[in-house]
């Protein structure tokens, strides 16, 4: 049973530089989620996919954040000129079409700002 | 911000005790889910209850939902030590597109 795939599992730069994160959701599923999650904190919602198209973003989600679904397939999330606030805890998740569907998780990056 | 409170914050028992984790929301809501987390690991899904839904069951897992006060409880019972995480509620918000609005969470320790 393959789950949602997340890579890499963490991840340390210096302040100022870019950096991607990868989502590989399960393959039967059309939603495709990103969260951040703090610690201490529960999960906070970020941007969310069905199929390639970005349909609901965050005001979380400053300028410096970008994400995409290409093929409606993988999805990446890339945070431009990191700020130490960026330091968190990186998720992804995924869950079939219709109004009552569990999302799934992958097991996250962990981003760390020196 | 989160949606709501989960009460206790932290709840420690002995193995084989039931352990009650309550969860309060603001909104109105589609549904709301439970999962659990493992240190430095992602969310496992353990349930989902609709909001025309009152209780739902799942192995140990009872969970039942009250609309009218918007509150959820998760029951674990006969717990194992395996059971140690962080529990958290999250609600899918009417109006609100699909995406989860998570509580802080309820640190779970279940001792030998």
């Known amino acids: 049973d393959t789950g949602v795939s997340q890579d890499p599992r963490h991840k340390i730069t210096k302040r100022g530089q870019n950096v991607t994160f990868r989502c590989d959701p399960i393959s039967e599923h059309n939603r495709l989620y990103w969260y951040r999650q703090t610690l201490g904190q529960g999960p906070e919602f970020l941007t969310y996919?069905?199929?390639?198209?970005?349909?609901?973003k965050s005001r979380l989600l400053s300028d410096r954040f970008s994400a995409e679904r290409p093929k409606g397939s993988f999805s990446t999330l890339e945070i431009q000129r990191t700020e130490q606030g960026d330091s968190a805890m990186y998720l992804c998740?995924?869950?079939?079409?219709?109004?009552?569907?569990?999302?799934?998780f992958g097991d996250g990056t962990r981003l760390s700002i020196l | 911000s989160q949606q709501g409170e989960e009460d206790p914050q932290a709840l420690s028992i002995q193995e084989g005790e039931n352990a009650t984790m309550n969860c309060s929301y603001k909104t109105s809501i589609n549904n709301l889910q439970w999962y659990r987390q493992n240190s430095g690991r992602g969310l496992v899904h353990l349930i989902l209850i609709r909001s025309n839904e009152r209780e739902k069951h799942s192995g140990r897992l009872r969970v039942t939902l009250d609309t009218s006060k918007k509150s959820s409880s998760l029951l674990i019972t006969a717990s194992r030590a395996a059971d140690t995480a962080s529990y958290f509620c999250a609600t899918s918000l009417t109006g609100g597109g699909n995406k989860l609005t998570f509580g802080t969470g309820t640190q779970l320790k279940v001792e030998l």
């Open positions: 996919f069905q199929n390639e198209a970005q349909l609901e």
């Open positions: 998740a995924s869950s079939s079409t219709g109004l009552n569907q569990p999302q799934h």
